[in-house]
């Protein structure tokens, strides 16, 4: 059993920036691959970054030079760093964790906005 804890959500203005954590507990030995999925009212959940445990690295186009994922293995929590936020960004965003994807955490909301 995985259990996923996001924060650092929120409301945040265009042209701004926010960075996301996702901390990880129980039995984590099994977990090569963490990620960020989002999902916009009325849209399809969609693949934002993912992160293995060795560092490699996939990441939506939608995002490419304007977010960073990174993992630090010691503490199990994987971070999302979101620069240049755009209005489009406003969605709900969920951790993930495995390869394929075996556990979610609740999301946390992203609001970018005026």
């Known amino acids: 059993q995985v259990q996923l804890v996001e924060s650092g959500g929120g409301l945040v203005q265009p042209g701004g920036s926010l960075r996301l954590s996702c901390a990880a507990s129980g039995r984590m030995s099994s977990i090569n691959a963490m990620g960020w999925h989002r999902q916009a009212p009325g849209k399809q959940r969609e693949l934002v970054a993912a992160i293995t445990s060795g560092g490699r690295t996939n990441y939506a186009d939608f995002v490419k030079g304007r977010f960073t994922i990174s993992r630090d293995n010691a503490k199990n929590t994987v971070y999302l760093r979101m620069n240049s936020l755009k209005p489009e960004d406003t969605a709900v965003y969920y951790c993930?964790?495995?390869?394929?994807?075996?556990?979610w955490g609740q999301g946390i909301q992203v609001t970018v906005s005026s």
């Open positions: 993930n964790a495995g390869r394929p994807v075996r556990y």
